[in-house]
């Protein structure tokens, strides 16, 4: 694994709090816990503890704060940083991950160039996946929103972190270094979804994901305009027509020696590198953020980079189209008929629903590359948005098996996301006058159409459709997490590669 040589590894120690060797040792505080609770601390902190929670100036609530100083001398941590973890019985995996990320940026704001975080026994979770979330939330903290500020100071350093554990040993350790991985693979696709339209082209882009991903191993194939046509991909090619920057597809492939010929899972992700609409231009205000319309391609092209480096004894192939939907001379139109590479014919009603275009050709090609199962993410529709807001996922496929193992793999990973349903019903509402399907159904129920459409080019496979469009991007911050790119499904993605897949019953609608 010579590529997780780059990254400095995260030092674990059971060793007692006095003699952890950092600046700032953060420890999670449930809710309504006595200043004893830790033994020791209070005391080594001249009983500032036990003061702070007698006034409430901290109580535990999750995310809250208290940094105090080490008055006794025969400690070598200088200061103690406690971080609310809320209701001892809510606690498991998902805060751990949180608390982590806080304390890695807590420790960063203050400028400490050593922080611990210390694994407190954790109700539900076990001691391997705690570690690792811990491992994945302070890595998280890493991630600066990259400025094209001249002017800026730059982002605060990162410190050398360590995870204090209740016990040693190779099984920890392996689960930190896992955590340290998923989370850089997080954080190198929050990068890409940050990137500006004008500097993330599709040939940028192509070229970005394909470094990330061979250094680690992945077999990659960038697809050209001419390659693309020879495969028929009518409907990535139409949408590609209303720009001057070529398309490109990206093609990833995992084929670990010895692997079984059975699954492939086959992941898709959607590559706008920006989303004007097209000639059914969207309005100017927050057009901007039409830049991140490609953070479902960048996930699995970051899962692949971790599904490598991580060893995943399945095969796994990744197919992202890009290209940018761009109004041009030569754009397409309402009305236009373009015909996909499956031979399905499709009615654009709308140029902006492009991502289920270009997606439409990536799942049928994900099938010829041999694909058992798939899973396709993408920044699909602002229906899902008004649906599940900010902090949640639509999951949407079928069979329903699937479609849970894939919502329930994420949830361990902290990707939320919720089903929606797919009856057959809604399928009439993409009936077309004059081609197989339209590429929009109307107002009603929009993001299932989404999926609807998407349906219609993935044959009998099992099939799990992620819409991020409201997860992609942070608006508001967090005490975890930053302002912007969230890196949303990296994770999901990436730990589906370990799981043993659930038999699939049959394929009807859920
Ligand atoms: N990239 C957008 C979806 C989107 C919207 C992502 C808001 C993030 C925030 C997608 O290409 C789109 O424009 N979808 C349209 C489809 C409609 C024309 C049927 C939408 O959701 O409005
Ligand atoms: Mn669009
Ligand atoms: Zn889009």
Redesign the pocket.
């Known amino acids: 694994m010579a590529q997780t040589m780059t990254l400095t590894p995260i030092d674990s120690t059971a060793a007692p709090l006095a003699a952890v060797d950092a600046d700032l040792v953060v420890m999670p505080w449930f809710e309504a816990e006595r200043a004893s609770a830790v033994p020791g601390l209070d005391a080594a902190t001249g009983a500032e503890i036990a003061r702070a929670l007698e006034t409430n100036e901290f109580s535990g609530k999750r995310f809250e704060q208290f940094v105090t100083t080490v008055t006794d001398s025969g400690w070598r941590p200088r200061r103690i940083a406690l971080v609310g973890a809320g209701p001892a019985a809510q606690f498991g995996t998902e805060i751990m991950r949180k608390l982590a990320a806080t304390a890695g940026l807590l420790g960063r704001q203050r400028r400490m160039s050593r922080v611990a975080f210390v694994l407190r026994a954790a109700n539900a979770a076990s001691p391997v996946e705690s570690a690792q979330a811990a491992a994945e939330g302070l890595t998280l903290s890493e991630f600066n929103v990259g400025s094209y500020k001249t002017s800026d100071p730059l982002p605060p350093p990162v410190p050398a972190w360590t995870v204090v554990v209740p016990q040693a040993g190779p099984a920890i350790d392996a689960a930190i270094a896992r955590g340290r991985v998923l989370g850089d693979c997080s954080n190198r696709a929050r990068q890409m979804a940050n990137e500006p339209g004008n500097r993330l082209t599709p040939c940028e882009f192509a070229a970005r994901c394909a470094q990330a991903a061979s250094e680690a191993g992945v077999g990659v194939d960038i697809l050209d305009e001419r390659q693309i046509e020879k495969l028929g991909m009518g409907l990535l090619l139409g949408v590609a027509r209303g720009s001057s920057e070529p398309p490109r597809v990206m093609v990833f492939r995992h084929e670990p020696p010895g692997a079984p010929a059975s699954p492939v899972l086959g992941l898709v992700g959607k590559g706008?590198t920006f989303?004007t609409?097209g000639i059914?231009i969207?309005p100017a205000d927050g057009m901007e953020?039409?830049k991140d319309?490609m953070a479902g391609g960048a996930a699995v092209a970051c899962a692949m980079r971790a599904i490598a480096l991580l060893e995943a004894p399945i095969r796994v192939v990744g197919v992202v189209p890009a290209t940018e939907?761009m109004p041009g001379g030569r754009a397409i139109k309402p009305g236009d008929v373009l015909t996909s590479a499956s031979g399905k014919t499709v009615e654009v009603i709308?140029t902006?629903?492009?991502?289920r275009l270009i997606l439409g050709d990536a799942l049928w090609y994900a099938q010829r590359l041999g694909a058992t199962h798939l899973v396709d993410v993408a920044?699909?529709?602002?229906?899902c948005?008004v649906a599940l807001g900010k902090i949640t996922s639509g999951i949407f496929g079928t069979p329903g098996e699937w479609v849970e193992h894939v919502r329930a793999v994420g949830a361990r990973a902290g990707d939320r996301m919720w089903p929606m349903p797919l009856h057959e019903e809604y399928r009439d509402q993409l009936k077309s006058e004059i081609a197989d399907l339209m590429n929009?159904g109307g107002r009603a129920a929009?993001s299932i159409t989404?999926a609807i459409f998407l349906k219609e080019f993935v044959g009998a496979l099992p099939w799990a459709h992620i819409d991020i469009?409201?997860t992609?991007w942070v608006d508001e911050a967090q005490p975890f997490l930053p302002k912007g790119p969230s890196g949303v499904a990296v994770r999901t993605l990436a730990e589906l590669a370990f799981t043993a897949f659930p038999q699939v019953s049959s394929l009807k609608s859920v």
């Open positions: 706008i989303d609409g059914s969207k953020k039409m319309d939907n709308n902006d629903a492009e991502g920044t699909l529709t602002g229906a948005v929009t929009a989404a469009a409201g992609a």
